[in-house]
């Protein structure tokens, strides 16, 4: 693990009640990886299952995870980041609040302030979702 949750709200735009990510838990090159926990009142949580949007929304919160432990590295701020296409998505499954997934996004390409993603979904080894997803920047 390399931030628990209460070190990563800094590090990306949305903030409680808002946030779908706990931990960042790893960052190379092309990769990144982040855990949730659901909780029974997350947003996105209905009947007791994390909903389709959830699943969407944590992709892109790993996303801006990543973009933002690398501008704090880079000791720059923190941009905004907006979802501006998703392609190919696939829901497999639901999650029940109480399960914690693993997402990991690989970067495809990067052009000016558009990145492309491919993010997956994980619960113990059960693949949730996948899709291709374009992530805009922007300074606040």
Same mark, same amino acid.
């Given at each position: !693990? +390399?931030?628990? *949750?209460?070190?990563?709200?800094?590090?990306?735009?949305?903030?409680?009640?808002? *946030? !779908?990510? =706990? &931990?960042?838990?790893? %960052?190379?090159?092309?990769?990144?990886? /982040? /855990?949730?926990?659901?909780?029974?009142?997350?947003?996105?949580?209905?009947?007791?299952?994390? &909903?389709?949007?959830?699943?969407?929304?944590?992709?892109?919160?790993?996303?801006?995870?990543?973009?933002? @432990?690398?501008?704090?590295?880079?000791?720059?701020? *923190?941009?905004?980041? @907006?979802?501006?296409?998703?392609?190919?998505?696939?829901?497999?499954?639901?999650?029940?609040?109480?399960?914690?997934?693993?997402?990991?996004?690989?970067? +495809?390409?990067?052009?000016?302030?558009?990145?492309?993603?491919?993010?997956? %979904?994980?619960?113990? =080894?059960?693949?949730?979702?996948?899709?291709? !997803?374009? *992530?805009?920047? %922007?300074?606040?």
């Amino acid at each position: !693990m +390399i931030f628990p *949750v209460e070190d990563i709200i800094p590090l990306i735009p949305q903030k409680p009640p808002f *946030v !779908m990510v =706990d &931990q960042l838990l790893f %960052v190379d090159d092309d990769t990144t990886q /982040s /855990s949730f926990a659901i909780k029974a009142d997350t947003i996105f949580v209905k009947d007791g299952h994390f &909903q389709e949007a959830g699943l969407l929304e944590n992709i892109a919160q790993t996303a801006a995870l990543r973009a933002g @432990y690398l501008a704090h590295t880079e000791n720059k701020p *923190v941009k905004l980041g @907006y979802i501006g296409a998703v392609k190919d998505l696939e829901i497999f499954g639901l999650p029940k609040a109480g399960d914690e997934l693993i997402t990991e996004i690989t970067i +495809i390409d990067t052009i000016f302030d558009v990145t492309v993603i491919a993010g997956k %979904v994980w619960h113990n =080894d059960q693949l949730l979702a996948q899709c291709e !997803m374009k *992530v805009f920047t %922007v300074n606040e």
